[in-house]
């Protein structure tokens, strides 16, 4: 039905930027709402951002409030992931979803999701 392809990742030092973006192949993607997720080894994935629909209404997991914005070019079907003055603890693979429902941000809410790519920050 869709696939959600994540780019931008990398190894950046403390307080360091990146960019992460996610490519969508759905002709009716401006209809869902979109979210970045992330993992690291041994824990639950973790919800970091999420958007709605138009783009107008945009909502953050606590720790990453003031650090990362999401936002989205429906024209271009790519949702993107703005992640500033990053430390260690931001070290994970980070993944995009699509939702299934309004304002989602559990797993059992997104009906897609891409493969995911890694964020390192380390000195």
């Known amino acids: 039905q869709v696939t959600l392809v994540e780019s931008g990742g990398g190894m950046v030092q403390p307080g360091g930027s990146l960019r992460l973006s996610c490519a969508a192949t759905?002709?009716?993607?401006?209809?869902?709402?979109m979210a970045w997720f992330r993992q690291t080894p041994g824990k639950e994935r973790e919800f970091v951002a999420g958007?709605?629909?138009?783009?107008?209404?945009?909502y953050y997991a606590e720790s990453a409030k003031g650090r990362f914005t999401i936002s989205r070019d429906n024209a271009k079907l790519m949702v993107y992931l703005q992640m500033f003055n990053l430390n260690p603890e931001a070290t994970a693979v980070y993944y995009c979803?699509?939702?299934?429902?309004?304002?989602?941000?559990?797993?059992?809410?997104?009906?897609?999701w891409g493969q995911g790519t890694q964020v390192t920050v380390s000195s």
């Open positions: 979803a699509v939702g299934r429902c309004p304002m989602p941000t559990i797993e059992a809410d997104f009906a897609s």
């Open positions: 958007i709605n629909w138009y783009g107008d209404s945009t």
């Open positions: 759905m002709s009716t993607f401006a209809s869902y709402a």
